[in-house]
Nanobody, 118 residues
Framework: QVHYVESGGGLVQPGGSLRLACVAS????????IRWYRQAPGKAREGVAS???????YYHDPVKGRFTISRDDAKNTVYLQMNNLKPEDTGVYHC????????????WGPGTLVIVSS
């Protein structure tokens, strides 16, 4: 089973940018869709953006126009470029299978913490 390790989080001011990376422990070539999720303090985990083969992408409304998801199957890595960050983007970010009818199926790791604050 593939496991994911996320990195790239940190403390950033509103309006700033971060680039998250999610490296899989094995090949993601056969994983059709991978999603970035986030969990804000005291809230349930929610989907943020998904990417499928053929560079198909889907963004949840709160991040449309600000976030860009991409995947590099040769590096078993999925990226999330986050621009114009807002305080409500604060949370722990994870990646896992998801989107296009697929649900998460890998164990959740520690994720990477993003804090947007002045």
């Amino acid at each position: 089973q593939v496991h994911y390790v996320e990195s790239g989080g940190g403390l950033v001011q509103p309006g700033g940018s971060l680039r998250l990376a999610c490296v899989a422990s094995g090949s993601i070539f056969n994983i059709f869709a991978i999603r970035w999720y986030r969990q804000a303090p005291g809230k349930a985990r929610e989907g943020v953006a998904s990417v499928a083969h053929g560079s198909q992408t889907y963004y949840h409304d709160p991040v449309k126009g600000r976030f860009t998801i991409s995947r590099d199957d040769a590096k078993n890595t999925v990226y999330l470029q986050m621009n114009n960050l807002k305080p409500e983007d604060t949370g722990v970010y994870h990646c896992n299978r998801g989107g296009w009818g697929y649900e998460a199926d890998a164990p959740w790791g520690p994720g990477t913490l993003v804090i947007v604050s002045s």
